[in-house]
């Protein structure tokens, strides 16, 4: 069972800067690990419904991004150390939320439902 472990959150200011990390480990049933993965990351804002941050494909050569965190926040991972990394630069109050990391073998890296393998979240919360 892949197993997928963010941390990195915490309270900022506005205009400050976080990096938040998701640490891989485990196989899948078919043997597959987190190399082979894109990766995802989602956030829930209080009272809103989960949505798409960023994703990266499993080479690392191909990035996608919300257009609310274009130019802000850089999604990267080292295969090598089975971690995907979100940094995220200036931030915004309204970047308040608990922030999730994704496995997916899909292509629609937008849509949460193709993600099979979720963490348990990490808080960031940025004050104005």
């Known amino acids: 069972q892949v197993q997928l472990v963010e941390s990195g959150g915490g309270l900022v200011q506005a205009g400050g800067s976080l990096r938040l990390s998701c640490a891989a480990s485990g196989r899948t049933s078919s043997g597959r690990t987190f190399s082979s993965y894109a990766m995802g990351w989602f956030r829930r804002a209080p009272g809103k419904e989960r949505e798409f941050v960023a994703a990266?494909?499993?080479?690392?050569?191909?990035?996608n991004y919300a257009d609310s965190v274009k130019g802000r926040f850089t999604i990267s991972r080292d295969n090598a150390k089975n971690t995907v990394y979100l940094q995220m630069n200036n931030l915004k109050p309204e970047d308040t939320a608990v922030y999730y990391c994704?496995?997916?073998?899909?292509?629609?890296?937008?849509?949460?439902?193709?993600?099979?393998?979720w963490g348990q979240g990490t808080q960031v919360t940025v004050s104005s």
């Open positions: 990266i494909s499993w080479s690392g050569g191909v990035t």
């Open positions: 994704a496995a997916t073998a899909d292509s629609r890296w937008s849509k949460e439902r193709v993600y099979n393998y």
